[in-house]
């Protein structure tokens, strides 16, 4: 008994997906074309400009649809999340609910994905991980309607706004495979985060006490991690803190490098993002909500957080600094050192440059 009903998943999502009038437009057949000469032309700036280089051979970029998009995450998911749903299957099987607990999952989940893929612009797929298919692994996807819908509501010089994308996710796939232990370090803590989830749903009731209560309270818990830090368990949350420490510094770290990797070239750059933080910013209340349920809040604050913590390294240790946070898993950053970063240098010590 599947916990999930993944094919269910995918036909809301796609329904919920809608479709874009770009998608079937002429400017679709000059996307293909520019992101793969545009990706691998951010990799040589983002490796100039970082010195990692990725140790898994050429970047590859994939142009794809919004149903695309959402085929290759829920791929994604049901690799990544196998372990849980396996504990959750094996509790359902002697229920005769069991169906439309999975139907219900299913629905909930394609909604998520429905939603999303009318906002994502590009994407560094680094959760698939096995062996199998390795032709669909390892990609740069860029959401060709999405993107086209953006250079038009803003009229953003195309050549120049596309390139500002394939340096931010470029830059991420540099931290994946440019760092030998990352990838392998992140997916360990994924992974012990799956391992101590209980599925009892009794903790889930409870959990939702405790959540309601907070907001009765004045206090929003969903802030700073989505449903997953409401749930968590306090051996849950000490790993969470590491994953939140981890993904600040790599998003800050992304910020900041395609704003000077494509120094000179992408000039427009101050402004597209300006008008992707005024599109955040305009989301209706139902929309921020949502948001927060499933840990984007706190994604848009970790590149807040990360960049001041990068630069506040450098103002002391010189513009290499954050060298030292690739050399091991121990010299990442928790979310307390995120947010108060002296303590890091305190504990990591950079050399001056």
Not at 15 to 35: C, I, K, N, Q, T
Not at 60 to 89: H, V
Not at 268 to 280: E, G, I, P, T
């Amino acid at each position: 008994m599947k916990a999930i009903d993944w094919e269910l998943a995918e036909r809301v999502a796609v329904r919920v997906a809608g479709h874009e009038p770009f998608a079937r437009s002429y400017h679709w057949d000059s996307l293909g074309p520019d992101f793969e000469e545009l990706t691998a032309q951010a990799e040589e700036l983002v490796a100039a400009e970082t010195g990692l280089r990725s140790l898994a051979g050429p970047a590859r970029a994939r142009l794809t649809d919004r149903p695309g998009w959402i085929r290759a995450n829920i791929a994604s998911f049901q690799r990544l999340l196998r372990p849980l749903l396996d504990k959750f299957a094996e509790r359902l099987e002697a229920s005769p609910a069991a169906p439309v607990a999975a139907k219900v999952a299913g629905a909930e989940v394609g909604m998520l994905l429905g939603w999303m893929s009318g906002r994502v612009l590009g994407q560094y797929d680094l959760l698939i991980i096995e062996e199998e298919n390795p032709h669909e692994q390892d990609l740069v996807y860029y959401v060709g309607p999405n993107v086209l819908a953006l250079e038009k509501l803003y009229a953003f010089p195309p050549r120049e706004f596309r390139l500002w994308l394939a340096l931010h996710e470029v830059t991420h796939r540099a931290q994946f495979t440019g760092v030998p232990w990352m990838r392998p370090h992140f997916l360990s803590l994924v992974e012990q985060t799956m391992g101590a989830v209980d599925p009892d749903p009794r903790r889930f009731v409870d959990a939702i006490g405790r959540l309601l209560e907070a907001l009765r309270t004045g206090t929003n818990p969903l802030a700073d991690g989505g449903v997953m830090a409401v749930l968590a368990t306090d051996e849950q949350r000490k790993v969470l803190d590491q994953v939140s420490g981890m993904m600040s510094l790599l998003e800050g770290h992304g910020d900041i490098t395609m704003d000077r990797a494509g120094k000179g070239l992408v000039p427009n750059a101050d402004r597209f993002s300006r008008a992707l933080k005024q599109r955040r910013a305009q989301a209706t209340p139902l929309t921020k909500f949502v948001q927060q349920v499933i840990g984007l809040e706190a994604k848009i604050n970790q590149y807040e957080q990360g960049e001041r913590f990068i630069e506040a390294i450098e103002a002391v240790g010189g513009p290499r600094a954050i060298d030292r946070a690739w050399e091991s898993p121990a010299n990442l950053p928790s979310i307390a050192e995120i947010r108060e970063p002296s303590l890091w240098l305190a504990r990591v010590q950079p050399a001056a440059a």
